[in-house]
């Protein structure tokens, strides 16, 4: 049996791996890039041994038992746990909205139940019982105050339109706490690999069924595929059906690298920036991802970079899908026509046009291989 994988980010090389070992397949990865990895992909910066993660900051974080023993047995991962600030003016503050943030801003020492009970007093001014789109979601959780401190500035830079236009799920990724508790992530289990990304995703596609393919595109070699190979397909689907009906929306993010030369140039691996004056969203200072690379990290050189969302073009790298109603609607149009393409799954963040983190791509792999797959080649 014989599989084509177009896409080697975490979907396409959990499901390669999966059809080697447990259908004795024999898988052909591909990708039009020049290492595989997708935008997990990191690269050791070579003047400072410093791991930058390539697209943006990237933690690998989850509560699925699942995901994250499959996870392990290509890497250990350290014991990093994810905590983030945003400044505003001249203030830092910790994000998600937690006790401190909320104490820090109203300048109060509330303690969890006070914290509780003043909230919803701020969000009863405002929300609306059935949120429809971001704005009056986050306001449903924060109250318009923190809203307009944190989100919306932060939300219009990030997504290129106001946040009334968003769908109100984006904002659920963001946990509120009225705890100290300061964890980016309510995951379970969290870290960075300790080889780095490159050795999980080599480890990951290190098996005698599958062969890597890069520097090539779908496009260029489906038609010499045999007529009896399954393809599983991670790209984007407009861009496959040469864009019959319609573009989907998209956002991308343009990064301007930096090495300073100081130990430590923010004290944390990321900074928020709240206020719309400042262009870009945060700033990744990568060397703390790895505090266990003594090295790496006392040395007086450190990687930072600053992240810009900026409007996607054909061609460029598509990081966000912009799911609204419209855009939904045209990606199930192209759902069904890849429907009727014989031998073929469709999935990866840019398939499936879904806002994924990384435990989510290798859970949704498990599930295509698990039941569609298996249930395809009998
Ligand atoms: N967000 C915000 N303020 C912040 C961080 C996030 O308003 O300081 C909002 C913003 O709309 C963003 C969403 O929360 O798109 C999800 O943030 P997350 O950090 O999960 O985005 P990612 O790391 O995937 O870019």
Redo the contacts with the bound molecule.
Sequence with gaps: MQFCVVGSGFFGATVARLLAEELDADVLVIDEREAVGGNSRSFFNTDTGIECHQYGSHIFHTSNSQVWEFVRRFTTLNDYRHRVF?RRGNAVFP?PINLATVNQFYGKALSPGEAKAFLAAEIARDAVSAPRN?EEKAISLVGRPLYEA??KG??QK??GRPPCELPAD??T??PVRTTYHADYFNALWQGVPAEGYGALFANMLLHPRIEVLLHTRFETMRNSLPSDCYTVYTGMLDRLFDYRYGELGWRSLRFDWQTVPVQDYQGTSVM?Y?DTEIPFTRIHEFKHYNLERVEAFTSNKTVICREYPQAFSRGGEAYYPVNTAENMALHQKYLVAAAKLPRFFVGGRLGAYRYWDMDMAVAEAMRLFETDICAAVG
């Design positions: 945003i994000m971001l944190f989100i932060y939300t990030q997504w984006i904002i990724r963001l928020n709240a």
